[in-house]
């Protein structure tokens, strides 16, 4: 179908520059892939390649709702995690514990039996190694010191021989002290640590671990020796047991009562969240709504008041121009003539502003029907639009995407009519390729044209082609532009019928 002269009113346009002669154009976008060339228009100068003003699509991200059943399956999550950490923590800090508690005891067990019972028992028979001497020796051990909670005994003398050991094949062996033996004799003191056995003189040794106590001792004659005892292992991992098992009780059971005190408050203010979540989605439905009904409210008031009043003003006008004119007074049958043809201009107007606020016929009629009355509001604008929307309705367009058809087709028109009018521009929709799903819509006039180069960084103001740009990118779909100064403007937008869905 054609219609007569037709416009929109936001720029999509650079204001066109003053040469009209055809240049070639670089496309802005980077790798923006090649496509068939801009078909030749009225007027235009040369064919020029594509420009890609649309960006990907990136999804939107999308936060969840908040449900309190999932928020508290969190929390008892977390509760669970905290648990394994402080168990592990716990399970250390007990383990050091029991050895400190373990090798202070020792210490003091090793004290006490230095004090009352090893120095009573020294002799200097024992320490120059006196077979009766160390038989004795050996008896009294055996009978007071050996037993559960120490098992070895060994007396050393300063340059490293053991002077007695339980075990009878360490007896008049040398070893080398290690540092903390030296410490304990040349600076009398306790010395108690976590041994692991592995040294040469512990070769008799059974099991990995045992607490080792060093403590200085005396001969009658003033002599030093180095008494030493070793005690089991296990009675640590007993007593790291029993602190842990207490350690954990009171940890659990302040988590729990934490947890029972806490859950009613949490439950609470979720449950306070979800419905303000809900208030607020019904919020914005109804602003959507409001916003749409009060668009129809400006249009039903538009065209029910003022353009009514608009037409029969024209109607008088013509009826008193023509009696006028039957009345011979040329004169003020021109003048009625003039304000009768004004008073339709400004109705062509009205009628095309009523279109751009409100299309009723998209919803209605159908996209083909609203792409018609939009090339015919463009009439007052300076446009003349042809328009080819044959098959239309086999399309498969959503609605959303008729809105986005509708949408682009209107700034471009908008477009054409402030930078390129008056002119002649066409106006396509359909498939290319039947064997694809692709659908096209096509803009063509043969107004100057513009430098696409000036895409890169458009001018203050022109919000036109961000608009375009944005209604593409954010269905999923490609704007491409093709123009130069001379060769007209051209616009596609190609997209898939529900891929954004």
């Not at 070893?175 to 009398?188: C, E, G, K, N, V």
């Not at 009613?264 to 809900?278: D, E, K, M, T, V």
């Not at 201009?345 to 939009?374: F, H, K, M, Q």
């Not at 740009?469 to 616009?491: E, R």
Request: aromatic share 4%.
């Amino acid at each position: 179908m054609t219609t007569t002269p037709s416009s929109p009113a936001v720029s999509a346009h650079p204001s066109p520059p003053e040469t009209a002669a055809a240049v070639p154009v670089t496309p802005v976008t980077p790798g923006a892939p090649e496509v068939p060339r801009i078909p030749e228009v009225p007027g235009s100068a040369a064919s020029v390649p594509w420009v890609t003003v649309s960006r990907a699509r990136v999804p939107a991200e999308v936060e969840a709702p908040v449900h309190p059943r999932r928020v508290l399956l969190q929390l008892v999550a977390g509760l669970v995690a905290v648990l394994a950490v402080v168990g592990v923590l716990g399970s250390l800090a007990a383990q050091r514990l029991a050895e400190r508690e373990a090798v202070n005891d020792a210490a003091n067990t090793a004290d006490v039996l230095a004090d009352a019972v090893i120095s009573p028992a020294l002799t200097s028979a024992l320490a120059d190694g006196d077979p009766a001497a160390l038989a004795e020796f050996d008896q009294m051990v055996r009978d007071r010191i050996l037993g559960s909670a120490i098992v070895r005994v060994k007396l050393w003398a300063p340059d490293g021989r053991v002077v007695y050991a339980d075990e009878p094949q360490l007896v008049g062996r040398t070893f080398t002290l290690s540092q903390d033996q030296r410490i304990a004799l040349s600076d009398p003191q306790t010395k108690a640590e976590v041994s692991d056995l592995s040294s040469s003189e512990n070769q008799f040794e059974t099991g990995g671990r045992a607490l080792e106590v060093y403590r200085p001792v005396w001969l009658p004659d003033g002599r030093q020796l180095l008494f030493e005892t070793y005690s089991p292992y296990e009675p640590v991992q007993q007593r790291s047991s029993q602190l842990w098992r207490g350690f954990s009780g009171v940890t659990l059971s302040s988590l729990l009562l934490l947890v029972v005190l806490m859950a009613p408050i949490l439950w609470r203010l979720l449950r306070r969240l979800s419905q303000a979540q809900r208030q607020r989605e019904r919020l914005l439905e109804r602003t959507v709504d409001a916003s749409d009904a009060e668009r129809r409210r400006i249009a039903g008031t538009l065209h029910d008041g003022p353009v009514q009043d608009l037409v029969a003003s024209s109607f008088v006008a013509a009826g008193a121009a023509a009696r006028a004119q039957l009345a011979g007074d040329e004169r003020t049958a021109a003048e009625l003539h003039e304000l009768a043809g004004s008073v339709r201009g400004n109705i062509r107007v009205l009628r095309s502003l009523l279109v751009d606020i409100y299309p009723p016929s998209l919803a209605g009629a159908g996209l083909g029907t609203a792409l018609a009355d939009l090339a015919e509001s463009a009439t007052s604008r300076g446009l003349t639009v042809h328009l080819d929307t044959e098959g239309e309705a086999d399309l498969g367009l959503g609605e959303s995407e008729e809105r986005l058809v509708y949408g682009v087709a209107q700034e471009c028109l908008r477009n054409a009519a402030k930078h390129a009018g008056p002119c002649t521009v066409s106006v396509r929709l359909g498939r290319e390729d039947a064997d694809r799903d692709e659908v096209v819509l096509d803009v063509l006039d043969d107004g100057p044209g513009f430098d696409t180069a000036l895409l890169s960084q458009p001018a203050d103001g022109h919000f036109g082609l961000r608009v375009l740009a944005d209604l593409a990118s954010d269905a999923g779909a490609t704007l491409q532009v093709a123009s130069a100064p001379g060769a007209g403007t051209h616009w596609r937008l190609s997209l898939v019928p529900g891929a954004a869905a």
